[in-house]
């Protein structure tokens, strides 16, 4: 009777010491300290701990402190951390739902981005990858449209024909950026900035916000506003992690992430000009080109079949 006893005040105790432990949750990232990437984290941080208090403790290390963007995924894949905040499309080779990232023109505009991962099919892809590949997507945010920063002057497709651009090693990048003419190079995001001074590559394709906070205006200055593509940011976690906290801890989290992507929209939305002109201010030259030409011929891009019916389901989104 009195083990019993004293094993049920053990256990009482115990149980009381974990729920004031909480839960601790790292999060790794790519975007310097000062990036919108890295505020986009805070914002979480602080909604986070504002909605549970002292029972959970959030983490950040953004500047690749834990690694390179293919290194902290695979430590997510293995249950070494929980979460991290990057492109869906890195998910790519775990999922082939996840590479809808790297299909050229596939939103007609951001509020198009929006009704898709905020809708039924958005869940839909994001279900599927969790379920399917273990990774657990939340806050999906728009992080502006994707352009092509190039080391020589370009005025249209034409002019881009053959060049060799760094590309993510993601299948649908590789065909996208190939279908458009160019050569794509898949080198580690972290190695772009010393690729392009040294001439591996004749430029990159990211976002503005990117283009500004890695500092790629540096070593490139044409800036050919394609519109080509938008990037999805969002907090990747382990599934079988996520699915160990409990319901309060992952309404929280769900909530904390879309208050999150919601910030992110505003500062894309509030940014783009001001990011433009600090470019241009740097010695950026602005080329616009004739979008429809890029349209046209990346219309005959082969994305992997198994991608196919995500891809049709986001274009019946109106």
């Given at each position: ?90 998910l790519g080779s775990f999922h082939p739902a996840a590479n809808v990232e790297g299909v050229a023109y596939l939103y007609h505009d951001e ?53 060799k651009l760094r590309a993510p090693g993601i299948p649908a990048y590789i065909e996208s950026i190939q279908a458009l003419g160019t050569n ?135």
């Amino acid at each position: 009777m009195l083990k019993s006893v004293l094993a049920a005040v053990f256990a009482a105790a115990l149980t009381t010491a974990t729920a004031q432990a909480g839960v601790t949750i790292r999060i790794g990232g790519a975007g310097s300290p000062d990036s919108p990437d890295t505020k986009a984290m805070e914002v979480f941080k602080e909604k986070m701990e504002a909605e549970l208090g002292g029972d959970v403790s959030i983490q950040l290390f953004p500047s690749s402190q834990l690694g390179t963007v293919d290194e902290m995924v695979e430590q997510i894949k293995g249950g070494v951390l929980e979460c991290m905040y990057e492109s869906v499309g890195d998910l790519g080779s775990f999922h082939p739902a996840a590479n809808v990232e790297g299909v050229a023109y596939l939103y007609h505009d951001e509020d198009h981005f929006f009704r898709i991962w905020r809708g039924p099919v958005g869940k839909e892809i994001l279900d599927a990858i969790a379920k399917d590949a273990g990774f657990r997507v939340l806050g999906p945010a728009f992080h502006g449209f994707r352009q092509f920063l190039l080391t020589k002057p370009a005025e249209s497709l034409a002019d881009i024909q053959g060049r060799k651009l760094r590309a993510p090693g993601i299948p649908a990048y590789i065909e996208s950026i190939q279908a458009l003419g160019t050569n794509p190079a898949t080198i580690p995001f972290e190695e772009v900035y010393t690729a392009i001074q040294q001439g591996v590559v004749d430029g990159v394709e990211q976002p503005l916000v990117a283009i500004k906070d890695q500092r790629f205006y540096e070593v490139a200055k044409h800036l050919l506003m394609t519109n080509h593509m938008a990037e999805t940011m969002g907090f990747m976690c382990g599934e079988p992690w996520y699915q160990g906290l409990d319901k309060r801890t992952q309404d929280a989290f769900a909530k904390s992430a879309d208050a999150s992507a919601d910030w992110y929209r505003q500062y894309t939305d509030e940014s783009q000009a001001k990011v433009l002109e600090d470019l241009v201010a740097q010695g950026v030259v602005v080329h616009k080109p004739d979008l429809q030409d890029f349209m046209t011929k990346v219309a005959g891009a082969k994305y992997d079949a198994a991608l196919q019916p995500y891809i049709e389901k986001i274009r019946a989104v109106k």
